[in-house]
């Protein structure tokens, strides 16, 4: 080992920085919505793309990850179950590693490899920007992924790709797992769980078919011994996150 070390040299390699990006999805006003921030310096100073920075000498992806989100949004994370967790957090975002993307033209100013987590939590607010950013919104990802993107331009980078990848895990996910609680607040209706599965796939459910999958399905849902009238109409029942890893069978994702 010590003889293998003594041959390696690190000056025939160039460098490059390695940047953490951040899919933040949320459910507002019954639709999918991804947070944005607008670019306050170059390069593409002005556009529109994900928020995340650069991963510090002395940090993980995932602590990187989880400081980005902080920063960004004010939430902690919790990760999901294989992947590299950081810790449970007091706040309900759930956070997991997407994917890797490193073309070596993807940022003019180097050689930048970007590490993307994908983010999940119930309604949250306007965003206000920070750090480099001069602002920030969330957007509806139907208008994001669309032909006609973000003010008549596309985002920044190759964000559009990292943004399209993480909507489509999401989408695929909430098939087979419970992932779609983590857009609910702690204690939610079916009818609540209903709209966010038709806010991510963009379809409308038939109510009754969905109440019936949903309280059938051992472990998918725990019923919390409380009612709520914040629907209108006869208190509805509340449930929790039953935990359970997979579906099966799973919630096919209908003909949108």
């Not at 041959?7 to 160039?14: G, I, N, Q, T, V």
């Not at 709209?195 to 051992?218: C, I, M, Q, S």
Request: aromatic share 8%.
């Amino acid at each position: 080992m010590i003889v293998a070390m003594s041959r390696y040299d690190p000056s025939a390699f160039p460098p490059f920085a390695v940047t953490v990006d951040l899919v933040v999805l949320t459910v507002r006003e019954h639709a999918l919505c991804a947070l944005l921030v607008r670019r306050g310096e170059p390069p593409y100073q002005g556009y529109w793309a994900l928020p995340g920075g650069f991963v510090r000498p002395d940090e993980g992806l995932a602590e990187a990850a989880s400081r980005e989100l902080a920063e960004e949004t004010g939430l902690r994370a919790h990760s999901a179950p294989g992947h590299d967790a950081v810790g449970p957090g007091t706040a309900g975002a759930h956070l997991e590693q997407l994917a890797t993307y490193g073309h070596p033209q993807r940022d003019p100013r180097m050689r930048v490899v970007s590490v993307a987590y994908l983010v999940l939590a119930p309604d949250l607010p306007t965003p206000r920007a920070g750090g480099d950013a001069s602002g920030a919104r969330w957007a509806p990802v139907t208008e994001l992924l669309g032909p006609h993107q973000v003010d008549g331009v596309p985002l920044a980078f190759d964000h559009g790709l990292i943004l399209a990848d993480g909507v489509e895990r999401a989408r695929s996910k909430i098939e087979y797992s419970s992932l779609a609680t983590a857009f609910c607040s702690a204690e939610f209706t079916v009818g609540e769980l209903r709209r966010v599965y038709e806010a991510v796939w963009g379809v409308v459910l038939d109510p009754r078919n969905f109440h019936r999958k949903v309280t059938g399905t051992p472990g998918f849902l725990l019923p919390s011994g409380g009612t709520t009238t914040r629907q209108g109409g006869r208190p509805a029942q509340l449930f929790t996150s039953g935990g359970a890893n997979v579906l099966n069978p799973p919630m096919l994702r209908p003909e949108s």
